[in-house]
Nanobody, 117 residues
Framework: QVQIVESGGGLVQTGGSLRLSCVVSGRIFSISAMDWYRQAPGKQRELVASINTGGTTTYGDSVKGRFRISRDNTKETVYLQMNNLKPEDTAVYLC???????????WGKGTQVTVSS
């Protein structure tokens, strides 16, 4: 059974940093591209960053240069390092796994990030 659990969210001041973690169980991590999304109240879900199985990364325009996604296959964990946080980064951050050869994606429940001005 696949489980995805995010952690590391919290309250931080503008300009601060947080590191989010996403642990994936169920033996799919090594074959999965991993995504971080965020969902703010009243806004559409936004793709923040992605990393494929080879380590290639992509970022949303709003976070380029401030956020960094990485993965540790030995720990079956993907990270999102967030620096120079802004109030507009406030959202629930969700982790998603996209396994190769699978018809579905898997999602965690999210972790709340709040940036105070």
């Amino acid at each position: 059974q696949v489980q995805i659990v995010e952690s590391g969210g919290g309250l931080v001041q503008t300009g601060g940093s947080l590191r989010l973690s996403c642990v994936v169980s169920g033996r799919i991590f090594s074959i999965s591209a991993m995504d971080w999304y965020r969902q703010a109240p009243g806004k559409q879900r936004e793709l923040v960053a992605s990393i494929n199985t080879g380590g290639t990364t992509t970022y949303g325009d709003s976070v380029k240069g401030r956020f960094r996604i990485s993965r540790d296959n030995t720990k079956e964990t993907v990270y999102l390092q967030m620096n120079n946080l802004k109030p507009e980064d406030t959202a629930v951050y969700l982790c998603s796994a996209r396994p190769k050869f699978s018809a579905r994606d898997y999602w965690g429940k999210g972790t709340q990030v709040t940036v105070s001005s």
